[in-house]
């Protein structure tokens, strides 16, 4: 039938180039061919023009055989033919077939034009042959072309394309008549380069020469808005759109669906999408990545599941955000039936498939799936890929499986990126290998990482995680740019390895450098105060906080809580509480927990039934502060209530930790077989804890034959520890057997054990002063000791009587009084009525637990000089006031 129509006449090449044109734009290779067929049968196929218009409709319908094989049957084939084939192959992608043409073309002395130029341009920065690209800049100049606006453009973008983006400018700026597809070809290269910015800049310069703007213009600096975050602007260029006529091209659209959806603004973003008629895959793309980088991953899958009502089938980019939505709300069902439709779509070989499932495994905890996607990966392992494995290993506290893929990954001699640094020292620091940690010191040295301020950040994390203080500050040194998330990695670690003062004197170091801190340093320095019992600079701590703004911070309101209950101040502890907003499970169990070691037990399990009235469930951590709230007062019956229904009540399996506090509980009250028998009757071994809990039931209840069982377990668990000996030694001197305290001393001293000294320590004016018992080293220590001689009398007129019989010194009555009289608190208590104003509470730190002898004499104390001395010992506070001691006597 096509046939039919063509005329015999001798002017029949134009109709037949005009049918063959038409036929190039839809695309029509089948009529064509009938159409080459009946120009062979009639002899016209040789005629030069007909030649040109069948290579030209071959290479736009990318029937590239045919085309090569009629330049290639020429003779000698004109520009004509050879611009047509190198179009071809440059509009198709197959820049390096375009060159080798252009090549060709060149070396049969066939001289380019306008139109042929552009296209080898654009070949020349499809494959990013720069040295070729410069080579046709000359001809361009040689033959007197770069007046011409398209080859302008086109050289624009090739320079650009090339990563010349200085040379670039400088040959847009010479275009004598700019047109838009001038600055069009300048500012989306900009923007392809992420230099949003300068792009933002150029396109508002063509709007002020009076260029005005196509709808490609628009629907890439709408792409340059999104990449700025700046929806402002974007709110401008969706107003030119609007006022041009543009607001119904489909790309404009899509490129403001996806400014809106990344800008966070949904209510323009759904606008604009259901002002689209049709909309797309990209369009459906573009609104659902959007909520899911806005967290709105719920909103995304509804809008996925509108999609396929619609009749869209989603593609591997729209599955990619949906992955994503998965994993952030923990869908692993709903993940597994996405990666089913991407098995059948037969993508998976796509890497960016690929890390995107074994994120979505890695969050959903199902390790062993995110697994079986990495391993069916091609043997050469994508970084991205190995990155998310790590990451999810750590992340789900597998820390040796994270670091053995690290070491495979070397042993393969693959490169490693910042990103496979931060995930493997996080697995260091939470599996507290140091040998591995030194190890990846040394390659970050070698690798050139030193000066990459996040790496060096994450070093001085894992050093203080292992608890090598020295090698976090030495690194720290070495930062070349230290900077506030630099100062919180060494400050958390001082903080957490007890070196609070020298977390603090960073603080200082820190404002000097006029850094505004964070709330996460203030809690730190919050909870090193709360270590120290730095009590007035945790004050100023507080108004920092409060200038900062962050007393809405959960964090720091916690951190506050801890701070004021471990430096004795449990009122300001429960005024920090009152001002959390919104108190979640740490809140309250810091404020619990804080009660009970001030020995306020009915005021912590009241606080507990609240926090369970408010709909908070507790933790382990939780439970445990309870248990101590009984403990510290001796109610048994209730910390046995808790204790059976932890699990019934509240989900909560029995820790270690609960045990211990239980069987102290037992234990302290004089139930010792009962003690005895939670031990046996644990479904697990029991530990330092345990042992250490009966053993000290067996020193307060004087029972020989089970202080030797547990100590002897001890001996076996912690044999570096002095306390078992001490206590132990303690319950053989009350019951008078000296030889076995005798020989507890010897194996002592055979084992090098070194009891661990008694230490008490106090704030003052922003300085911490130590004591040791018999400490002369304080400047003022003649006035202590006086201090000292002068309570004594006092406290003796009142009725006190040292208690010697629980220093365990062979020595004389007498010479034992005096060792009691220089106990460490005691000189800490003298120092601070020296140097502290009158009425001020005394606050004081021991180390150890405080001893009877130095208990009851400051019952004495507190009444005599009318102030509360509050003193904090290893397992609780105890407040003197009025001649007795918050704890009743029992702790």
Not at 785 to 804: I, N, R, T, W
Request: glycine share 6%.
């Amino acid at each position: 039938m096509l046939l039919q129509a063509v005329p015999k006449s001798a002017s029949a090449y134009i109709s037949f180039s005009k049918l063959l044109s038409e036929l190039s734009q839809t695309k029509s290779v089948k009529q064509g061919l009938q159409i080459h067929a009946h120009l062979i049968k009639t002899g016209l196929s040789r005629d030069a023009k007909h030649h040109n218009h069948l290579i030209n409709f071959y290479s736009k319908c990318k029937v590239f055989s045919h085309a090569r094989k009629l330049v290639d049957e020429s003779e000698k084939p004109d520009l004509v033919s050879w611009s047509s084939l190198i179009s071809g192959y440059a509009q198709n992608g197959l820049g390096q077939e375009a060159l080798l043409s252009f090549r060709e073309m060149h070396a049969l002395g066939v001289k380019c034009n306008e139109f042929t130029f552009p296209s080898v341009l654009k070949a020349c920065a499809s494959t990013s042959d720069f040295t070729l690209g410069k080579q046709v800049h000359g001809v361009v100049l040689v033959t007197g072309f770069q007046s011409d606006v398209f080859v302008a453009n086109t050289l624009v973008v090739m320079y650009a394309k090339c990563g010349h983006l200085i040379d670039a400018r400088t040959l847009f700026e010479d275009i004598p008549e700019k047109n838009v597809v001038s600055w069009n070809a300048l500012f989306s290269c900009y923007a392809q380069n992420d230099y949003f910015s300068e792009a933002m800049a150029l396109f508002q310069e063509m709007i002020a020469s009076g260029t005005r703007p196509d709808e490609f213009s628009l629907s890439t600096v709408l792409n340059i808005a999104t990449g700025l975050g700046d929806i402002g602007q974007g709110k401008k260029v969706h107003g030119y759109l609007i006022k041009l006529g543009y607001d119904g091209d489909p790309f404009s659209l899509n490129a403001l669906v996806d400014m809106y959806a990344k800008g966070g603004d949904f209510g323009n973003a759904i606008t604009v999408f259901g002002n689209i008629q049709e909309p797309d895959i990209v369009s459906w793309n573009a609104i659902i990545a959007g909520c899911v980088y806005h967290d709105y991953n719920g909103k995304a899958l509804e809008l996925l599941e509108q999609m396929k009502k619609s009749g869209l089938c989603p593609n591997m980019f729209t599955l990619s955000s949906a992955l994503k939505a998965c994993a952030a709300l923990g869908l692993p069902e709903l993940g597994k039936q996405f990666h089913a439709e991407l098995i059948k779509m037969e993508v998976m070989r796509d890497p960016f498939v690929a890390v995107g499932l074994i994120d979505m495994y890695c969050k959903c905890r199902l390790m062993k799936d995110a697994m079986i996607v990495y391993r069916s990966m091609l043997p050469e392992k994508d970084l991205v890929a190995i990155n998310a494995m790590i990451c999810g290993h750590s992340q789900n506290r597998e820390d040796e499986e994270a670091l053995t893929l690290f070491v495979e990954m070397r042993k393969r001699c693959m490169e490693f990126d910042q990103a496979t640094l931060l995930a493997v020292l996080n697995a260091i620091a939470a599996s507290e290998d140091i040998v591995f940690c030194k190890q990846v010191h040394s390659l970050v040295a070698k690798s050139g990482y030193k000066a990459d301020s996040f790496v060096l950040n994450s070093l001085v994390d894992s050093y203080g995680k292992c608890r090598h203080v020295l090698d976090a500050a030495r690194v720290f040194e070495e930062c070349p740019d230290t900077d506030l998330p630099s100062y919180t990695s060494l400050m958390t670690t001082y903080a957490q390895c007890g070196h609070g003062e020298e977390a603090l004197k960073l603080y200082s170091k820190l404002l000097d450098m006029e850094l505004k801190p964070d709330s996460f340093i203030c809690s730190s320095l919050l909870n090193a105060c709360a270590n120290l019992s730095a009590y007035e600079q945790g004050k100023q701590i507080h108004v920092h906080v409060l200038k900062l703004g962050f007393m809405s911070d959960v964090f720091a309101g916690n951190s506050l809580v801890n701070m004021y209950a471990k430096c004795g101040s449990v009122e300001d502890a429960g005024n920090a509480f009152d001002e959390i907003p919104e108190r979640t499970v740490v809140s309250w169990s810091a404020m619990i927990g804080g009660l009970a070691q001030h020995g306020h037990a009915k005021e912590a399990l009241r606080l507990f039934d609240d926090m369970l009235g408010d709909g908070v469930s507790p933790n382990h951590v939780t439970l445990v502060s309870v248990l101590c709230a009984c403990n510290h007062t001796g109610l048994v019956d209730e910390a046995q209530r808790y204790f059976d229904t932890m699990k019934e009540q509240f989900g909560i399996e029995r820790t270690h930790e609960h045990y211990a506090c239980m069987i102290d509980v037992l234990g302290r009250s004089g139930n010792l077989n009962k003690a005895v028998d939670l031990v046996n009757n644990m479904p697990f071994e029991a530990n330092g804890a345990i042992w250490g809990a009966l053993l000290g039931a067996a020193k307060t209840h004087k029972n020989v034959e089970l202080g030797q069982r547990a100590a002897n377990m001890l001996y076996a668990l912690e044999p570096e520890k002095s306390g078992t000996h001490v206590l132990l030694a303690n319950i053989y001197a009350s019951a008078g057997l000296w030889e076995d305290v005798a020989k507890v001393r010897r194996l002592m001293k055979e084992s090098r054990v070194k009891k661990e000294p008694g230490m008490s320590w106090m704030e003052v004016k922003d300085n911490i002063y130590t004591f040791t018992a018999g400490d002369r080293s304080n400047p003022r220590s003649e006035e202590i000791y006086a201090k000292l001689e002068e309570l004594g009398y006092l406290a003796a007129k009142a009725g006190y009587v040292p208690m010697v019989e629980i220093d365990l010194h062979d020595v004389e009555k007498k010479e034992k009084e005096l060792l009691l009289s220089y106990h460490s608190e005691k000189l800490a208590v003298a120092f601070a009525l020296i140097v502290t104003p009158h009425g001020a509470p005394i606050r004081v730190k021991k180390n150890l637990r405080i001893c009877l002898d130095c208990h009851t004499v400051f019952k004495y104390i507190c009444k005599i000089v009318s102030r509360e001395i509050i003193i904090r010992d290893i397992s609780r506070f105890h407040h003197f006031r009025g001649g007795s001691c918050s704890c009743g006597d029992y702790w």
